[in-house]
């Protein structure tokens, strides 16, 4: 007995000391993660950077055996491959880029730099108005032809051709006077203004360099259709899309660069969470994003832990998730009522109960770990008592007695959508709809298919919305708050507008010196706290269970490189 108490004992220890390394691990990296993102936006780079010959590539040779496959459990289903597309969201980007489309520039994933990449070298004026970028001349799509100035231009013509259905792209270009052709291999951008995210933005960080012979149109609404068989000049190739089954893409074995291991890259679409878990665990998939509650839980399995990895990690593209209310609807069109709503919404009990803690409530957009959030100003407090004072103070009274409030003859009811597929805003839209009903709102779940979403928010087809966006390593929310983004199917969905805000977005977007710019920021964090056109609800860690036959399974600052992973030749599943 006492030799089973000592195990015990030991056993206890050693699971203790596991979990209080794996939180010293969590801190250390959150720690550094901020002190990177201090050093890069302050502006510790260079503006002038050039890159490699041709017996010197942007891209490492990658270690490893050659061979297999890396199966995704994707949840959803994109509705569209293009980039340039209001319709396009993350999940597309996750699938195209940087595996088909590839920018000028990419990211350093460890110290955030930008590196040249199709671009051999760039050089910034002085004054911030032109950009110039010579690009490599050994770079080529596909299908074997050259990448030159031609589609850089072509790239950027297409964005903010205004009869191409992406306001949402061509917003990141509205300080862009023209684009100039220099010589096959040189392009240079010529700005109206400075933007201290231009160089970010005119490489084409989030979309690549399209293809002129492939893409061009002479009616935009050919371009506007197209939403497969993707062309690009990166290290897979599209091979087929099956509606509701997957998404495959093949090793590009022409590509121009050092190739991946890894021969494809499939997205199996599964939207059932449960579902993902168990294929992950029957390896019919190999990596899958679990919900923040199957993370706790799966994390603490000893046993999964031996077949699999469970990651968590902070970077800047981790999202904030929000309702957005829509201020075209009556409901919606006061700030005190937005305020209200909020004070509806226990915020903590999600973070604690249905995230199992994995996370932090948030009031604002900014990235929690990063310098332009004002961590003086603290989210509203769950307060059903002040939700009733503010309904009443602004005209929202139950004049009937049928328990929901009404104002000239309208009662206040309204619909609340949210991805069917999503567990977490399903039990978000029960609490909800129960804390709504105690101060006399009548709330109406509305869950629905996710590519259903997509097309009703960019024609402001709601009341109030759950969803989240990532986020970047330079934020700007000029795309998602400005007035002008509420038209021609923008990302304004919720057509926020306040005159103050449009100034510091205008403003910030002008702004290098760094304090400067983040005492915008601030100010613009307390307008958006002030006028809740959003509740802002959490943020939390990205997370992925992934099978442990994959190696060289890194996490860098900007999260993981799945191009640099490789299977041993004696555990590959796939020929």
């Not at 960080?205 to 371009?223: L, S, V």
């Not at 005209?395 to 409030?405: A, E, F, K, N, S």
């Amino acid at each position: 007995m006492k030799i089973k108490s000592r195990l015990n004992t030991f056993l206890l220890f050693a699971l203790l000391s596991a979990m209080i390394f794996l939180q010293i691990a969590s801190m250390m990296q959150s720690d550094r993660l901020y002190v990177l993102l201090n050093r890069f936006i302050a502006g510790d780079t260079d503006s002038t950077s050039t890159a490699s010959t041709k017996t010197d590539l942007p891209m490492p040779e990658y270690i490893g055996d050659e061979g297999d496959w890396l199966v995704w459990g994707f949840r959803v289903e994109p509705r569209t491959l293009n980039q340039f597309s209001a319709e396009n969201d993350i999940y597309s980007r996750w699938i195209t880029v940087p595996y088909i489309f590839e920018p000028l520039l990419v990211y350093d994933y460890e110290d955030l730099t930008m590196k040249p990449h199709l671009a051999r070298s760039y050089e910034v004026s002085d004054d911030h108005l032109e950009i110039t970028f010579t690009l490599r001349d050994d770079i080529y799509f596909s299908d074997g032809v050259p990448v030159t100035a031609d589609d850089v231009v072509f790239t950027y013509n297409t964005a903010v051709d205004p009869k191409v259905d992406a306001a949402n792209v061509a917003v990141l270009y509205v300080d862009v006077d023209r684009v100039v052709k220099v010589s096959d291999r040189v392009v240079k951008f010529i700005m109206k203004r400075p933007n201290f995210k231009a160089i970010e933005n005119v490489c084409f960080w989030d979309f690549g360099i399209m293809p002129k012979h492939i893409y061009q149109y002479e009616d935009a609404r050919e371009f506007n259709i197209r939403v497969s068989n993707p062309v690009g000049s990166g290290p897979f190739v599209f091979e087929k899309w099956e509606s509701g089954i997957e998404v495959v893409l093949r090793r590009n074995e022409n590509y121009w660069g050092h190739k991946p291991k890894l021969k494809k890259i499939v997205y199996r679409f599964i939207t059932n969470t449960v579902a993902a878990i168990q294929a992950l665990r029957s390896h019919d998939v190999d990596m899958v994003i679990p919900e923040p509650d199957q993370f706790a839980e799966l994390f603490k399995d000893g046993r999964f832990g031996k077949d699999f990895y469970t990651l968590s990690y902070w970077n800047p593209g981790v999202p904030f998730f929000y309702i957005g209310w829509n201020q075209e609807k009556v409901f919606f069109k006061d700030k005190l009522v937005r305020r209200a709503m909020t004070h509806i919404i226990n915020r903590k009990e999600i973070v604690n109960r249905l995230i199992k803690g994995h996370g932090a409530e948030i009031s604002g957009p900014y990235f929690i770990k990063g310098p332009y959030n004002d961590i003086d100003i603290k989210p509203w407090p769950y307060d059903l008592e002040e939700a009733r004072r503010l309904l009443d103070k602004t005209g929202w009274i139950d004049t009937d007695g049928d328990g929901v409030r009404d104002k000239d003859g309208i009662p206040f009811r309204f619909k609340y959508m949210y991805s069917a597929d999503n567990v977490l805003y399903q039990r978000m839209a029960k609490l909800f709809k129960d804390n709504a009903a105690k101060v006399g709102i009548d709330v109406i779940p509305e869950p629905v298919e996710w590519s259903i979403v997509i097309a009703r928010i960019i024609n402001h087809d709601f009341d109030a919305i759950s969803m989240g966006w990532g986020g970047d390593v330079l934020e700007d929310f000029y795309q998602i708050f400005h007035s002008s983004q509420s038209k021609n199917r923008g990302s304004n969905y919720v057509s926020f507008e306040n005159p103050q805000a449009d100034r510091l977005l205008e403003q910030i977007r002008t702004t290098f010196d760094i304090n400067e710019r983040i005492e915008l920021c601030h100010q613009l964090h307390r307008i958006l706290h002030d006028e809740q056109p959003y509740t802002f609800l959490f943020t939390r860690p990205t997370f992925r269970l992934v099978d442990r036959r994959f190696k060289n399974v890194n996490i860098y600052t900007l999260g993981p490189k799945y191009w640099q992973w490789y299977v041993p030749k004696d555990e590959q599943r796939y020929k």
